[in-house]
Protein backbone atom coordinates (compact mmCIF):
# COMPACT_ATOMS: atom_id res chain seq x y z
CA UNK A 1 0.00 0.00 0.00
CA UNK A 2 0.83 3.94 -0.48
CA UNK A 3 1.04 5.68 2.58
CA UNK A 4 1.96 9.41 3.33
CA UNK A 5 2.77 10.60 7.10
CA UNK A 6 2.59 13.97 7.62
CA UNK A 7 4.69 14.87 10.08
CA UNK A 8 8.06 13.32 11.09
CA UNK A 9 8.50 13.57 14.62
CA UNK A 10 8.76 11.16 17.34
CA UNK A 11 5.29 9.74 16.32
CA UNK A 12 5.18 9.68 12.70
CA UNK A 13 8.86 9.10 12.21
CA UNK A 14 8.50 5.76 14.12
CA UNK A 15 4.95 5.03 12.68
CA UNK A 16 6.62 5.86 8.70
CA UNK A 17 9.66 3.39 9.45
CA UNK A 18 7.52 0.63 11.03
CA UNK A 19 5.21 0.50 8.13
CA UNK A 20 7.62 0.29 5.77
CA UNK A 21 9.10 -2.02 7.51
CA UNK A 22 5.98 -3.92 6.82
CA UNK A 23 6.12 -3.74 3.25
CA UNK A 24 4.42 -0.75 2.40
CA UNK A 25 5.94 2.28 0.14
CA UNK A 26 5.66 5.57 2.43
CA UNK A 27 6.61 9.06 2.24
CA UNK A 28 7.64 10.96 5.42
CA UNK A 29 6.67 15.16 5.13
CA UNK A 30 8.07 17.58 7.23
CA UNK A 31 8.17 21.15 6.90
CA UNK A 32 11.28 21.15 8.54
CA UNK A 33 13.85 21.26 5.49
CA UNK A 34 17.13 21.23 8.32
CA UNK A 35 15.01 18.02 9.79
CA UNK A 36 14.20 16.28 5.75
CA UNK A 37 17.84 16.97 5.02
CA UNK A 38 19.29 15.24 8.03
CA UNK A 39 16.99 12.12 7.25
CA UNK A 40 17.81 11.91 4.29
CA UNK A 41 22.06 11.85 5.57
CA UNK A 42 20.35 9.00 7.88
CA UNK A 43 20.70 11.38 10.66
CA UNK A 44 17.94 10.98 13.36
CA UNK A 45 16.05 14.25 15.10
CA UNK A 46 15.34 12.39 17.85
CA UNK A 47 17.19 9.67 19.64
CA UNK A 48 15.04 6.12 20.04
CA UNK A 49 16.46 2.71 19.76
CA UNK A 50 16.99 0.92 16.92
CA UNK A 51 15.03 3.45 14.79
CA UNK A 52 18.75 4.91 12.94
CA UNK A 53 18.61 0.96 11.54
CA UNK A 54 15.10 0.91 10.78
CA UNK A 55 15.15 3.61 8.71
CA UNK A 56 18.26 2.78 7.35
CA UNK A 57 17.22 -0.53 6.18
CA UNK A 58 13.98 0.62 4.65
CA UNK A 59 15.40 3.56 2.60
CA UNK A 60 17.94 1.04 1.32
CA UNK A 61 14.91 -1.30 0.05
CA UNK A 62 13.44 1.79 -1.41
CA UNK A 63 10.19 1.58 0.93
CA UNK A 64 10.82 4.14 2.53
CA UNK A 65 11.49 8.44 1.64
CA UNK A 66 11.21 11.96 2.81
CA UNK A 67 10.06 15.17 1.58
CA UNK A 68 8.97 18.25 1.99
CA UNK A 69 6.63 18.56 -0.44
CA UNK A 70 2.94 17.32 1.21
CA UNK A 71 1.18 18.44 -2.06
CA UNK A 72 3.19 15.90 -4.00
CA UNK A 73 3.28 13.06 -1.70
CA UNK A 74 -0.29 12.68 -1.08
CA UNK A 75 -1.43 12.32 -4.69
CA UNK A 76 -2.88 8.67 -5.16
CA UNK A 77 -1.94 7.63 -2.00
CA UNK A 78 -4.00 4.84 -0.24
CA UNK A 79 -3.83 6.08 3.66
CA UNK A 80 -2.63 9.72 4.72
CA UNK A 81 -1.83 10.03 8.16
CA UNK A 82 -1.96 13.02 10.18
CA UNK A 83 0.82 12.74 13.12
CA UNK A 84 2.40 16.82 13.38
CA UNK A 85 2.13 17.78 17.21
CA UNK A 86 -0.43 18.99 19.32
CA UNK A 87 1.35 20.70 22.22
CA UNK A 88 -0.40 22.32 24.99
CA UNK A 89 -2.00 25.63 24.22
CA UNK A 90 -0.37 28.39 26.31
CA UNK A 91 -2.32 29.74 28.95
CA UNK A 92 -5.17 27.59 29.13
CA UNK A 93 -3.85 23.76 28.73
CA UNK A 94 -6.28 22.85 25.73
CA UNK A 95 -4.69 20.93 22.68
CA UNK A 96 -3.32 23.38 20.48
CA UNK A 97 -4.75 22.01 16.93
CA UNK A 98 -3.12 24.57 14.87
CA UNK A 99 -1.21 21.67 13.21
CA UNK A 100 -3.49 19.46 12.46
CA UNK A 101 -5.73 22.07 10.85
CA UNK A 102 -2.93 23.24 8.86
CA UNK A 103 -1.89 19.84 7.54
CA UNK A 104 -5.83 19.11 6.87
CA UNK A 105 -6.29 22.53 4.64
CA UNK A 106 -3.12 21.51 2.85
CA UNK A 107 -4.24 18.03 2.03
CA UNK A 108 -7.47 19.39 1.07
CA UNK A 109 -6.13 21.31 -1.30
CA UNK A 110 -3.99 18.36 -2.82
CA UNK A 111 -5.99 15.23 -2.78
CA UNK A 112 -6.51 13.99 -6.40
CA UNK A 113 -8.71 11.14 -5.95
CA UNK A 114 -10.60 8.95 -2.75
CA UNK A 115 -8.35 8.07 0.27
CA UNK A 116 -8.38 7.66 4.13
CA UNK A 117 -7.01 10.80 6.51
CA UNK A 118 -5.90 8.94 9.50
CA UNK A 119 -5.11 11.04 12.92
CA UNK A 120 -2.32 9.64 14.49
CA UNK A 121 -1.65 12.51 16.69
CA UNK A 122 -3.79 12.65 19.74
CA UNK A 123 -6.22 14.78 19.34
CA UNK A 124 -9.43 15.81 21.69
CA UNK A 125 -12.76 14.35 21.34
CA UNK A 126 -14.68 15.74 18.35
CA UNK A 127 -11.04 16.73 16.16
CA UNK A 128 -11.82 14.13 13.39
CA UNK A 129 -15.33 15.74 12.89
CA UNK A 130 -13.45 19.12 12.34
CA UNK A 131 -11.10 17.13 10.28
CA UNK A 132 -13.57 15.72 7.92
CA UNK A 133 -15.72 19.13 7.58
CA UNK A 134 -13.04 21.26 6.48
CA UNK A 135 -11.86 18.00 3.99
CA UNK A 136 -16.06 18.42 2.90
CA UNK A 137 -15.98 21.91 2.81
CA UNK A 138 -13.22 22.52 0.57
CA UNK A 139 -13.21 19.05 -1.33
CA UNK A 140 -16.70 18.09 -2.06
CA UNK A 141 -15.48 16.30 -5.09
CA UNK A 142 -13.63 13.93 -3.43
CA UNK A 143 -14.51 11.39 -1.19
CA UNK A 144 -12.55 11.30 1.93
CA UNK A 145 -12.91 8.84 5.13
CA UNK A 146 -11.60 10.21 8.34
CA UNK A 147 -10.00 7.85 10.53
CA UNK A 148 -8.87 7.90 14.37
CA UNK A 149 -6.03 5.96 15.20
CA UNK A 150 -4.22 6.83 17.98
CA UNK A 151 -0.66 5.35 19.20
CA UNK A 152 0.58 3.97 22.39
CA UNK A 153 4.09 4.29 22.09
CA UNK A 154 6.89 4.50 25.00
CA UNK A 155 9.43 6.50 24.68
CA UNK A 156 12.50 4.44 24.08
CA UNK A 157 10.76 1.08 23.37
CA UNK A 158 9.15 2.84 20.49
CA UNK A 159 9.66 0.03 17.58
CA UNK A 160 8.93 -3.03 19.54
CA UNK A 161 5.70 -1.07 21.15
CA UNK A 162 4.23 -0.68 17.39
CA UNK A 163 5.60 -4.09 15.79
CA UNK A 164 4.05 -5.90 19.18
CA UNK A 165 1.03 -3.91 20.40
CA UNK A 166 -1.07 -5.11 23.08
CA UNK A 167 -4.07 -3.61 20.96
CA UNK A 168 -4.77 -1.26 17.78
CA UNK A 169 -7.57 1.12 18.12
CA UNK A 170 -9.32 1.90 14.73
CA UNK A 171 -12.08 4.64 15.16
CA UNK A 172 -14.40 5.04 12.00
CA UNK A 173 -18.03 4.08 11.10
CA UNK A 174 -16.89 4.11 7.19
CA UNK A 175 -16.88 0.19 5.99
CA UNK A 176 -14.29 1.04 3.05
CA UNK A 177 -12.18 3.09 5.44
CA UNK A 178 -11.72 0.21 7.66
CA UNK A 179 -10.86 -2.25 4.99
CA UNK A 180 -7.52 0.02 4.36
CA UNK A 181 -6.95 0.34 7.86
CA UNK A 182 -6.84 -3.53 8.15
CA UNK A 183 -4.31 -3.64 4.99
CA UNK A 184 -2.32 -1.08 6.68
CA UNK A 185 -2.32 -3.30 9.78
CA UNK A 186 -2.01 -6.37 7.51
CA UNK A 187 1.38 -8.24 9.33
CA UNK A 188 0.08 -7.05 12.86
CA UNK A 189 -3.42 -8.34 11.97
CA UNK A 190 -2.17 -11.68 10.98
CA UNK A 191 -0.37 -12.11 14.23
CA UNK A 192 -3.30 -11.65 16.21
CA UNK A 193 -2.72 -8.50 17.80
CA UNK A 194 -6.54 -7.45 18.96
CA UNK A 195 -7.74 -5.05 16.91
CA UNK A 196 -10.44 -2.57 18.35
CA UNK A 197 -12.87 -0.82 15.60
CA UNK A 198 -15.10 1.50 17.17
CA UNK A 199 -16.55 4.81 16.92
CA UNK A 200 -14.08 7.60 15.89
CA UNK A 201 -15.09 9.66 19.06
CA UNK A 202 -14.46 6.55 21.16
CA UNK A 203 -11.21 5.83 19.85
CA UNK A 204 -10.41 9.85 20.23
CA UNK A 205 -11.54 9.41 24.08
CA UNK A 206 -9.71 5.69 24.11
CA UNK A 207 -6.32 7.60 23.98
CA UNK A 208 -6.70 10.17 26.64
CA UNK A 209 -8.42 7.73 28.82
CA UNK A 210 -6.09 5.06 28.62
CA UNK A 211 -3.17 8.05 29.37
CA UNK A 212 -4.84 9.22 32.67
CA UNK A 213 -5.50 6.11 33.96
CA UNK A 214 -1.48 5.24 33.33
CA UNK A 215 -0.95 8.55 35.28
CA UNK A 216 -3.56 7.96 38.01
CA UNK A 217 -1.62 4.47 38.67
CA UNK A 218 1.50 6.47 39.23
CA UNK A 219 0.09 8.64 41.02
CA UNK A 220 -1.91 6.28 43.06
CA UNK A 221 1.26 4.54 44.37
CA UNK A 222 3.22 7.76 44.86
CA UNK A 223 0.70 8.91 47.59
CA UNK A 224 1.17 4.92 48.97
CA UNK A 225 5.03 5.53 49.43
CA UNK A 226 4.17 8.70 51.61
CA UNK A 227 2.00 6.47 53.62
CA UNK A 228 4.24 4.15 53.59
CA UNK A 229 7.15 6.25 54.50
CA UNK A 230 4.97 7.63 57.14
CA UNK A 231 3.70 4.08 58.84
CA UNK A 232 6.91 2.45 58.17
CA UNK A 233 5.91 0.13 55.33
CA UNK A 234 7.83 -0.69 52.03
CA UNK A 235 6.14 0.45 48.96
CA UNK A 236 7.52 -2.04 46.59
CA UNK A 237 5.95 -5.18 48.58
CA UNK A 238 2.63 -2.92 48.14
CA UNK A 239 2.97 -2.69 44.72
CA UNK A 240 3.76 -6.34 44.10
CA UNK A 241 1.00 -7.57 46.60
CA UNK A 242 -1.72 -5.04 44.76
CA UNK A 243 0.18 -5.91 41.23
CA UNK A 244 -0.27 -9.78 41.51
CA UNK A 245 -4.07 -9.18 41.58
CA UNK A 246 -5.14 -9.48 37.90
CA UNK A 247 -7.27 -6.65 38.49
CA UNK A 248 -4.86 -4.10 39.29
CA UNK A 249 -1.70 -5.61 37.35
CA UNK A 250 1.82 -5.46 38.39
CA UNK A 251 3.01 -2.23 35.87
CA UNK A 252 2.81 1.38 36.18
CA UNK A 253 2.88 0.82 40.08
CA UNK A 254 6.70 2.03 40.73
CA UNK A 255 7.02 4.53 42.86
CA UNK A 256 9.20 7.82 41.77
CA UNK A 257 9.49 11.29 41.41
CA UNK A 258 6.43 12.09 39.37
CA UNK A 259 5.54 11.11 36.25
CA UNK A 260 6.97 13.70 32.90
CA UNK A 261 7.44 13.53 29.59
CA UNK A 262 5.67 14.50 26.44
CA UNK A 263 2.22 12.61 27.03
CA UNK A 264 0.86 12.28 30.05
CA UNK A 265 1.40 16.29 31.62
CA UNK A 266 -0.18 17.26 28.31
CA UNK A 267 -2.64 14.52 27.53
CA UNK A 268 -4.53 14.99 31.40
CA UNK A 269 -4.21 18.33 30.68
CA UNK A 270 -6.66 18.50 28.00
CA UNK A 271 -8.88 15.72 28.82
CA UNK A 272 -9.66 18.27 31.80
CA UNK A 273 -10.34 20.99 29.18
CA UNK A 274 -12.41 18.62 27.45
CA UNK A 275 -14.22 17.69 30.74
CA UNK A 276 -14.82 21.23 31.16
CA UNK A 277 -16.12 21.94 28.03
CA UNK A 278 -18.92 19.29 27.99
CA UNK A 279 -19.65 19.80 31.92
CA UNK A 280 -18.85 16.60 32.78
CA UNK A 281 -16.10 16.41 34.87
CA UNK A 282 -13.14 13.87 36.07
CA UNK A 283 -12.60 14.95 39.26
CA UNK A 284 -10.12 11.92 39.67
CA UNK A 285 -7.86 13.37 36.99
CA UNK A 286 -8.16 16.91 38.30
CA UNK A 287 -6.52 15.71 41.52
CA UNK A 288 -3.41 13.66 39.74
CA UNK A 289 -2.42 16.56 37.71
CA UNK A 290 -2.41 18.60 41.13
CA UNK A 291 -0.48 16.10 43.27
CA UNK A 292 2.05 15.10 40.58
CA UNK A 293 2.92 19.01 40.35
CA UNK A 294 3.62 19.18 44.07
CA UNK A 295 5.45 15.88 43.91
CA UNK A 296 7.65 17.41 42.02
CA UNK A 297 8.60 19.76 44.08
CA UNK A 298 8.49 17.80 47.43
CA UNK A 299 11.24 15.59 45.57
CA UNK A 300 13.41 18.70 45.85
CA UNK A 301 12.66 19.10 49.56
CA UNK A 302 12.84 15.42 50.27
CA UNK A 303 16.94 15.79 49.00
CA UNK A 304 17.32 18.82 50.83
CA UNK A 305 15.75 16.89 54.08
CA UNK A 306 18.92 14.13 53.54
CA UNK A 307 21.25 17.13 53.15
CA UNK A 308 20.77 17.58 56.90
CA UNK A 309 20.41 21.30 58.62
CA UNK A 310 21.72 23.79 56.46
CA UNK A 311 21.73 22.69 53.01
CA UNK A 312 23.03 26.42 51.04
CA UNK A 313 26.58 25.93 50.36
CA UNK A 314 26.91 22.23 49.82
CA UNK A 315 26.85 20.62 46.72
CA UNK A 316 24.64 17.93 45.37
CA UNK A 317 25.37 15.57 42.27
CA UNK A 318 22.01 14.40 39.77
CA UNK A 319 22.57 11.25 38.55
CA UNK A 320 19.41 10.74 35.37
CA UNK A 321 17.63 14.17 33.73
CA UNK A 322 15.31 12.79 31.17
CA UNK A 323 11.91 11.97 32.32
CA UNK A 324 12.93 8.29 32.13
CA UNK A 325 15.36 6.33 30.49
CA UNK A 326 16.79 5.68 26.84
CA UNK A 327 15.32 9.51 25.71
CA UNK A 328 16.71 12.61 25.46
CA UNK A 329 13.47 13.83 26.03
CA UNK A 330 13.62 16.59 29.23
CA UNK A 331 10.05 17.64 28.47
CA UNK A 332 8.53 18.03 32.24
CA UNK A 333 11.32 15.80 33.37
CA UNK A 334 11.20 16.15 37.16
CA UNK A 335 14.83 16.71 37.46
CA UNK A 336 14.08 20.34 36.32
CA UNK A 337 11.70 20.94 39.70
CA UNK A 338 14.75 19.28 41.75
CA UNK A 339 16.98 21.16 40.57
CA UNK A 340 15.31 24.40 40.53
CA UNK A 341 14.28 23.69 44.66
CA UNK A 342 18.39 22.64 45.26
CA UNK A 343 19.15 26.05 43.72
CA UNK A 344 16.49 28.03 45.55
CA UNK A 345 18.06 26.64 48.13
CA UNK A 346 21.81 28.02 47.81
CA UNK A 347 23.01 24.26 46.53
CA UNK A 348 25.37 23.92 43.61
CA UNK A 349 23.80 21.20 41.05
CA UNK A 350 26.26 19.12 39.34
CA UNK A 351 24.56 16.63 36.67
CA UNK A 352 25.28 13.98 34.25
CA UNK A 353 22.77 11.97 31.95
CA UNK A 354 23.66 9.28 29.44
CA UNK A 355 21.92 11.22 26.58
CA UNK A 356 20.24 14.50 27.95
CA UNK A 357 23.12 16.33 28.52
CA UNK A 358 22.34 18.88 25.67
CA UNK A 359 19.13 19.44 25.89
CA UNK A 360 19.28 19.80 29.60
CA UNK A 361 21.69 22.10 29.00
CA UNK A 362 19.28 25.05 26.75
CA UNK A 363 16.73 24.51 29.77
CA UNK A 364 19.35 25.08 32.59
CA UNK A 365 22.39 26.09 31.54
CA UNK A 366 23.51 27.43 35.12
CA UNK A 367 23.69 23.40 36.17
CA UNK A 368 27.60 22.37 36.20
CA UNK A 369 27.31 19.44 33.30
CA UNK A 370 30.06 16.19 33.80
CA UNK A 371 30.78 13.37 31.90
CA UNK A 372 29.85 10.46 33.88
CA UNK A 373 28.52 9.81 37.31
CA UNK A 374 32.09 9.95 39.40
CA UNK A 375 33.00 13.02 37.67
CA UNK A 376 29.57 14.75 39.09
CA UNK A 377 29.79 12.91 42.38
CA UNK A 378 32.92 14.35 42.87
CA UNK A 379 32.99 16.71 45.97
CA UNK A 380 29.37 16.09 46.15
CA UNK A 381 27.32 16.11 49.74
CA UNK A 382 24.68 13.62 47.84
CA UNK A 383 24.04 11.83 45.08
CA UNK A 384 20.18 11.88 43.89
CA UNK A 385 19.10 9.41 41.33
CA UNK A 386 16.37 10.72 39.13
CA UNK A 387 16.19 8.76 36.26
CA UNK A 388 16.93 5.14 36.35
CA UNK A 389 19.04 4.79 33.57
CA UNK A 390 20.87 1.46 33.53
CA UNK A 391 24.26 3.30 34.02
CA UNK A 392 22.94 3.98 37.54
CA UNK A 393 21.98 0.60 38.50
CA UNK A 394 24.99 -0.74 39.00
CA UNK A 395 27.55 2.14 40.71
CA UNK A 396 30.71 1.06 42.11
CA UNK A 397 29.45 2.25 45.53
CA UNK A 398 32.64 2.41 47.43
CA UNK A 399 34.41 4.37 44.99
CA UNK A 400 31.48 6.39 44.85
CA UNK A 401 31.79 7.32 48.68
CA UNK A 402 35.50 7.72 48.57
CA UNK A 403 35.39 10.56 46.21
CA UNK A 404 32.16 12.54 47.70
CA UNK A 405 32.46 14.96 50.49
CA UNK A 406 29.64 13.29 52.78
CA UNK A 407 28.26 10.09 51.31
CA UNK A 408 24.62 10.09 51.05
CA UNK A 409 22.18 8.78 48.18
CA UNK A 410 18.71 9.56 47.57
CA UNK A 411 17.29 7.10 45.30
CA UNK A 412 14.34 8.10 43.83
CA UNK A 413 13.64 5.53 41.79
CA UNK A 414 14.30 2.38 44.29
CA UNK A 415 16.97 0.83 42.32
CA UNK A 416 19.36 -0.19 45.51
CA UNK A 417 18.94 -2.41 48.30
CA UNK A 418 19.25 -0.39 51.64
CA UNK A 419 21.83 -2.97 53.01
CA UNK A 420 24.47 -2.93 50.17
CA UNK A 421 24.37 1.03 50.09
CA UNK A 422 24.09 1.22 53.96
CA UNK A 423 27.17 -1.33 53.83
CA UNK A 424 28.97 0.79 51.42
CA UNK A 425 28.96 3.65 54.11
CA UNK A 426 26.24 5.85 52.53
CA UNK A 427 23.49 7.29 54.49
CA UNK A 428 20.56 6.06 52.09
CA UNK A 429 17.46 8.12 51.21
CA UNK A 430 15.04 6.13 48.81
CA UNK A 431 10.81 6.78 48.15
CA UNK A 432 8.22 5.14 50.22
CA UNK A 433 10.20 2.33 51.74
C1 LIG B 1 3.39 7.23 27.63
C2 LIG B 1 2.49 6.01 27.42
O1 LIG B 1 3.04 4.87 28.11
C3 LIG B 1 2.31 5.72 25.95
O2 LIG B 1 1.40 4.64 25.77
C4 LIG B 1 1.75 6.99 25.29
O3 LIG B 1 1.53 6.80 23.94
C5 LIG B 1 2.71 8.15 25.52
O4 LIG B 1 2.88 8.34 26.92
P1 LIG B 1 6.00 7.71 27.64
O5 LIG B 1 5.63 9.11 28.00
O6 LIG B 1 7.02 7.50 26.58
O7 LIG B 1 4.71 6.91 27.18
O8 LIG B 1 6.59 7.03 28.96
P2 LIG B 1 6.15 5.96 30.04
O9 LIG B 1 7.10 4.83 30.02
O10 LIG B 1 4.73 5.63 29.98
O11 LIG B 1 6.46 6.78 31.39
C6 LIG B 1 5.82 8.02 31.66
C7 LIG B 1 6.29 8.60 32.97
O12 LIG B 1 5.79 7.86 34.07
C8 LIG B 1 7.80 8.65 33.17
O13 LIG B 1 8.14 9.88 33.78
C9 LIG B 1 8.08 7.48 34.09
O14 LIG B 1 9.25 7.64 34.84
C10 LIG B 1 6.84 7.49 34.95
N1 LIG B 1 6.52 6.19 35.55
C11 LIG B 1 6.10 5.16 34.77
C12 LIG B 1 6.60 6.03 36.93
O15 LIG B 1 6.96 6.96 37.66
N2 LIG B 1 6.25 4.83 37.46
C13 LIG B 1 5.83 3.78 36.71
O16 LIG B 1 5.51 2.72 37.29
C14 LIG B 1 5.77 3.95 35.32
Same mark, same amino acid.
Given at each position: ?????????????????? /???? &???????????????????????????????????? *????????????????? &????????????? !?????????????????????????????????????????????????? !????????????? /????????????????????????????????????????????????? !???????????????????????????????????????????????????????????? &?????????????????????????????? *??????????????????????????????????????????????????????????? !????????????????????????????????????????????????????????????????? *?????????? &?????????
Amino acid at each position: MRITMIGSGYVGLVSGAC /FADF &GHDVICVDKDEGKIAALEAGRMPIYEPGLEALVATN *VAAGRLTFTTDLAASVA &GVDAIFIAVGTPS !RRGDGHADLSYVFAATEEIAAAVTGPTVVVTKSTVPVGTGDKVEAILREK !RPDVAVAVVSNPE /FLREGAAIGDFKRPDRIVIGTDDEAARKVMRGVYRPLYLNESPILFTGR !RTSELIKYAANAFLATKITFINEIADLCEAVGANVQDVSRGIGLDNRIGAKFLHAGPGYG &GSCFPKDTLALLKTAEDFESPVHIVEAVVK *VNDSRKRAMGRKVLHALGDSPKGKTVALLGLTFKPNTDDMRDAPSIAIAQALRDAGVTV !RAYDPEGIEPARRMMPELTYCKDAYEAAAGADAVVIVTEWDAFRALDLPKLASIMTAPVLVDLRN *VYRRDDVEGA &GFAYTAVGR
